[in-house]
């Protein structure tokens, strides 16, 4: 397929664009991922020209051109149930010592298209009988946001999902949905999704017990992630925990939190 052409000087305007939106850190090594990415942008436009594409994006009253851009430019890889250890931890570490007439609330805070707050959702209707439990998925790309709304996916990468959880809380389509996987209505209605951007100071959506920040630190620098857990850690209740990703650190960023394992923060 014909591929156009993007200069350095090119990429680098991307590179400072999604840089100054997201805070996300694109190294020199990702030029042929925002070439493939925004080719279809090009094409949409019949232009050939990375630049002059540009130059239209960042015009005045083009921001719906600039979401295109900040979702085709950040990674949404997920999958249900990824990292079991942090579940294994909210089941047998959490759950117990929960004040049950207190709701639990949990802000998965980079959510992508879902799957990992409807993977909580799905432990939370199982383990706590109370219903006093709510859910806040949030990310910056307002396509996975919409997928995560409807709770219909594909049906890849569901092996980490209980058996007795994919029995219980997911369809499987039939028909025009051949080949696809509805969550359970009740469990969508309990997990709202909304837009926040972690680089912006952060709207008033209340306090969590539990929240997840995971595999997104790795988009940022140093700055941009101590800014972020800053302001994260406001948001966590004294008692409550953090999850980052396996892969992740918080090393010289913990902001008062008590490491529990090298993914597991507390709040004192
Ligand atoms: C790789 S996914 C991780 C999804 C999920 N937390 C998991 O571990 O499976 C990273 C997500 O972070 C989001 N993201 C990147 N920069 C962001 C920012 N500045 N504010 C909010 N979300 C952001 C991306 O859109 C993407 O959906």
Redo the contacts with the bound molecule.
């Keep these: 397929m014909f591929q156009e052409r993007i200069s350095d000087a090119e990429f680098n305007r991307f590179k400072d664009f999604i840089y100054d939106r997201?805070?996300?850190r694109l190294s020199d090594e990702k030029k042929t991922l925002v070439t493939s990415r925004l080719s279809k942008r090009l094409r949409h436009y019949s232009m050939t020209s990375f630049g002059t594409y540009f130059d239209l994006m960042t015009e005045l009253g083009r921001e719906k051109e600039q979401q295109i851009v900040i979702d085709l430019l950040?990674?949404?890889?997920?999958?249900f149930f990824?990292?079991p250890k942090h579940f294994e931890f909210l089941a047998n570490d959490i759950i117990p010592t929960l004040n049950r007439n207190k709701r639990f609330r949990v802000w998965?805070a980079?959510?992508?298209t879902g799957?990992?707050a409807y993977s909580v959702a799905m432990l939370l209707d199982d383990k706590l009988n109370n219903n006093l439990w709510e859910i806040l998925g949030?990310?910056?790309?307002h396509t996975?946001l919409q997928e995560a709304a409807l709770g219909l996916y594909q049906q890849d990468r569901i092996d980490g999902i209980p058996a007795d959880y994919l029995k219980k809380y997911c369809f499987k389509g039939k028909d025009e949905f051949e080949g696809k996987l509805l969550i359970d209505k009740g469990l969508i209605d309990r997990v709202k999704f909304i837009y926040?951007?972690?680089?912006l100071p952060l709207d008033e959506f209340g306090t969590f017990q539990l929240i997840?920040l995971?595999?997104?630190l790795i988009?940022f620098d140093n700055e941009t992630k101590s800014q972020i857990i800053k302001k994260v850690v406001l948001k966590l209740e004294s008692g409550g925990f953090l999850f980052i990703?396996h892969a992740e650190s918080l090393k010289g960023f913990t902001h008062g939190l008590i490491r529990i394992s090298s993914s597991i923060y507390k709040k004192p």
């Design positions: 997201a805070g996300i950040t990674t949404n890889e997920t999958f990824r990292e998965s980079a959510s992508s799957k990992e949030s990310d910056i790309n996975v926040v951007n972690l680089t997840l995971r595999n997104v988009y990703g």
